[in-house]
Structures are given as structure tokens and as C-alpha cells.
């Protein structure tokens, strides 16, 4: 029985899938180290790490509302995009989530010989890089994301591409536009084995600076990993209980996201405990006020084990 995409292309007309994409089961969308796809039409959870999943159906519909989205504007100025000759300027994003993984859709019937690759597309004349990476996310993800850093620009077959970094806040990948047949969830080390364009290989080169690439929770040991576990030890030995809190600097955070923990790992820290960026002492703490200094008692109270690793299970 023939599959057609449940939205028409740009003439109006209906858009058959020759070799439709499976969906998977509904536990993969929980699991940080699963990858999840959805089709057009399919069935999704309510609820992906936190955030509702339901259609962006007041999206905007002209260039102008588009350009208008303040979820677009980055703090930083951006260098301008150097348009090759005979390349088009073209804008994309990839939409990481807070579990560590990241979208990544698949072209209908592997247009342009793409099996999977990200959201992106032809910038138009009247609107921004910005406005354009955003629309073609809702378009060919159905999600409703928000740009968050600059990646890079990248020369691709038919164009220059200027790539965000950025996260969902909407939409459902069940109302992908009728140039993807499907959009997963995957880990970020399945991308070298996903993504099958040879445009997409220097992207995950990359993403491999802002994120590392591995199986392991733990991908650097000592300095900032040990003091956030023995501050998390220092708690329970004190109170025999885990804290619901851990306070420390941007700086600290940064070294764990970036040098310490991979994706995997990190989200199961977040899991865990509540994450409060604030200058000053690295701090642990519970709702019921109270409180370990790591700063202040360092290394004063011991485990006989060590426990935060196997309560966060790294």
C-alpha cells in the first residue's frame, strides 16, 4: 500500500514515500543513550526531557514574522557569512538536547543522497540568517527551537551554510513538513555512523570542540569532576542524605560540560541535582537548608566509598 507524506509539497501536490522510516517505541525517547525517531503523523510522548511535545501551530507565516522571533537574536555580534562564488548562503541549526543528544532528520526519499542530516536550508531575500535557520527547523523537524551559539560556516555542495547551536522549546517532530520522512533523537557519538553527507563530516568535527564524542560518562579525570563528587560526598557523609543542589561558578561548569563528563554523563548529573550557576563557593545543598562548603571543608569529611559515583551512576 502506497505511504504519502500527510503534508503536500510547495505545488500542492501529495508527496509518496518510497521507502518509509520506522518509528520507534515510545521507552526510546527516555533513554539518553537511545536513538528515537519519530514519522509525519506519528505517535509522541507528551512530555520530552521536561518540555511539552505539541505542534508550533501559531508559528509565523511571512518573512517578516519570521525576522521578528527575539528567540533568534544572539548576545555576541556575528561575523558576515562569506558567500562563495556560485554558492548560495544557506542557514541551519543543530538542536541539541538537555540529554545529550541531538536531532538530526531524514530527507525524503534521501534527497540529495542524504540519509540523515540537519535542519537547514536556502537563505531567501528577505530574511535572516537567523529567521531562516529557525523556520527550516520548524519545517523540516516540526520543533520550535531556540538558537543559542554560533557553530560555524560550512561549504556544502551547493552552498555556504552558517550552523547554530541551539535547543527545543516546542513543537513535535510528528508535524515535519514534507521534506523529511522522519526526525530522531540520537546521541551525539552516533552522528559519525548517522550522518552520511560528506558536508555533515566537518560539522561533527565541529561539534567534537564544544562537545566531546564518546561512550564514557568520565572523559577526564581530577580537578573540577572530583571536587563536584566530593562535594555531593562531603553532604551525604554530614547529613545521610543527597543534596537536591549544587551551587558553583560559570567556569566550573563550563570545565565539566566541555573537559570532564560527556553528554551521557552529564545529563545523568543533572538527573540527579539541580544545577545553580552563581559566582563564589562551590556549595551543596538540600531544601531543607542544609548545606556542605566544599570551599570552606574541602577535604575534611571522607566516604569510606565512593558514593556520588555510583548515586549518579558514572
Known amino acids: 500500500m502506497p505511504i504519502y507524506h500527510p503534508h503536500q509539497d510547495e505545488h500542492g501536490k501529495p508527496v509518496l514515500i518510497k521507502h518509509p522510516s520506522t518509528p520507534t517505541t515510545a521507552e526510546a525517547w527516555q533513554d539518553a543513550a537511545a536513538i528515537a525517531t519519530a514519522i509525519p503523523g506519528g505517535q509522541m510522548p507528551a512530555i520530552i526531557n521536561g518540555i511539552l511535545v505539541s505542534p508550533w501551530t501559531d508559528h509565523p507565516k511571512t518573512a517578516e514574522g519570521w525576522n521578528a522571533i527575539t528567540s533568534q537574536q544572539l548576545d555576541q555580534e556575528e561575523p558576515p557569512l562569506k558567500q562563495a562564488p556560485g554558492f548560495k548562503a544557506s542557514a541551519g541549526i543543530v538542536i541539541l538536547e538537555s540529554d545529550g543528544r541531538v536531532w538530526i532528520v531524514a530527507p525524503t ?34 520543533l ?13 555542495t551547493t552552498s555556504v551554510c552558517r550552523l547554530y547551536l541551539g535547543e527545543r522549546i516546542g513543537g513535535s517532530p510528528a508535524s515535519m513538513g514534507w521534506e523529511s520522512q522522519a526526525a530522531s533523537l540520537v546521541p551525539l557519538d552516533a552522528l ?35 571536587r563536584t563528587l566530593q562535594a555531593i560526598d562531603g553532604f551525604y557523609a554530614t547529613y545521610g542524605e543527597w543534596p537536591t543542589h549544587l551551587q558553583m561558578s560559570a567556569n566550573h561548569l563550563a570545565t565539566l560540560v566541555t573537559h570532564h563528563l560527556s553528554p551521557k554523563g552529564f545529563f545523568k548529573l543533572q538527573s540527579k541535582i539541580k544545577l545553580v550557576v552563581e559566582d563564589g563557593n562551590l556549595i551543596a545543598s538540600s531544601t531543607n537548608n542544609r548545606t556542605f562548603n566544599y570551599s570552606r571543608h574541602g577535604w575534611d569529611v571522607h566516604n569510606t566509598r565512593l558514593l556520588a559515583r555510583e548515586w549518579l551512576g558514572i
Open 109 to 142: 526519499n534521501h534527497f540529495g543522497g542524504y540519509e540523515w542530516t540537519f535542519p537547514k536550508g536556502t537563505v531567501t531575500q528577505d530574511m535572516t540568517l537567523h529567521a531562516t535557520a529557525i523556520c527550516e527547523a520548524m519545517e523540516e523537524s516540526g
Open 192 to 226: 559519525p555512523r548517522l550522518l552520511n553527507g560528506a558536508a555533515d563530516k566537518p560539522v561533527i568535527e565541529a561539534l567534537r570542540k564544544y562537545f566531546p564524542i564518546g561512550n564514557g560518562e568520565i572523559l577526564a579525570g581530577g580537578g573540577n569532576i572530583v
Open 144 to 156: 520550535q527551537v531556540r538558537i543559542t551559539a554560533l557553530l560555524g560556516d560550512f561549504t556544502r
